[in-house]
């Protein structure tokens, strides 16, 4: 695919790209044995592209990793602190960043890559990427609480957060799991705005940044992107194939469970069996109308 010339040299690491549009005009570059004029473009893959006479080097494909960050881990490359980091549960070589931290107390979905482009796009605030979090908050919020989050809250150094989406997720024990929404992101943002509201925070758990979601990922287990989810990060039309199934990189092997139906002699007590749900594990334990008390 061609690309304007000061492009393909950026991308290479000659520079940015009015930095390379002056190699150009300076005449310091060729392609195909030609001088090359501001407003070229060429294919890399077919072309010979030379700067000062040496050969332009391909640009390595940009990676796309999605990581279960769990908790007592850094969202950093490389740090002072003893404590691991993101990078540290990715056996793949290369520059790869994260992109759209977590606190080290929190876990939950981490975006690692190598291009810079779309990290642009996913942090800053003009493009307004929501990110989804599970938040367990040690009591049950009321009403005027939780309408007061939505509303935005006064944090201690004077910072009013923007509105946001909450909803209750169910309850735990004395406390409840909470679904919020945010498109910007403070530091400790959710921690310190319960606190103000008193609703102290217990865990939380980012389930998504903009369209991609955490899925099935375990604590430590990360997964190459697909290519349309990638499109979908970056705002480009995508035709999304029927089923599109993504196994993560883990070591464990999980068990096969093997679904039984009772057998019956008769065929019509057969087909009843068949239709007829089969009653949840709560129901079948605890009796009819009950469920078990979970406890915080």
Not at 130 to 142: F, G, I, Q, S, W
Not at 265 to 286: D, M
């Amino acid at each position: 695919m061609e690309e304007r010339l000061q492009k393909l040299m950026a991308q290479a690491g000659l520079g940015s790209r009015r930095s390379c549009e002056v190699l150009i005009l300076a005449g310091r570059v060729t392609v195909n044995g030609r001088l090359a004029g501001l407003g070229d473009k060429a294919d890399p893959r077919r072309d010979r592209i030379l700067v000062d006479g040496q050969p332009l080097k391909l640009p390595e494909a940009p990676v796309y990793i999605a990581l279960h960050k769990p908790r007592g881990v850094l969202s950093a490359v490389s740090s002072s602190d003893p404590r691991p980091t993101v990078r540290d549960l990715v056996d793949l070589p290369g520059h790869i960043y994260p992109v759209g931290r977590l606190d080290v107390d929190s876990e939950g979905l981490i975006l690692l890559t190598s291009d810079g482009e779309l990290a642009n796009r996913l942090t800053h605030p003009r493009y307004g990427h929501e990110k989804e979090y599970r938040v367990l908050v040690a009591r049950r919020p009321d009403d005027e609480q939780l309408e007061t989050w939505r509303r935005g809250v006064v944090l201690e150094d004077g910072y009013r957060t923007a509105p946001a989406e909450i909803r209750l997720d169910g309850f735990f024990g004395k406390g409840a799991w909470l679904r919020v929404v945010l498109r910007e992101g403070r530091k400790r943002q959710i921690r310190e705005t319960g606190l103000q509201i008193g609703l102290p925070v217990v865990k939380i758990i980012r389930v998504r940044i903009g369209s991609l979601r955490l899925g099935t990922l375990k604590p430590r287990e990360w997964r190459r992107l697909t290519e349309e989810e990638v499109a979908e990060l970056k705002g480009k039309p995508v035709n999304k194939p029927k089923s599109s199934k993504v196994k993560p990189y883990t070591d464990a092997k999980k068990p096969r469970i093997k679904t039984t139906h009772p057998k019956s002699s008769s065929t019509s007590r057969q087909r009843t069996a068949q239709k007829q749900p089969y009653p949840s594990p709560a129901a079948s334990k605890h009796g009819p109308g009950k469920s078990r008390q979970h406890k915080g």
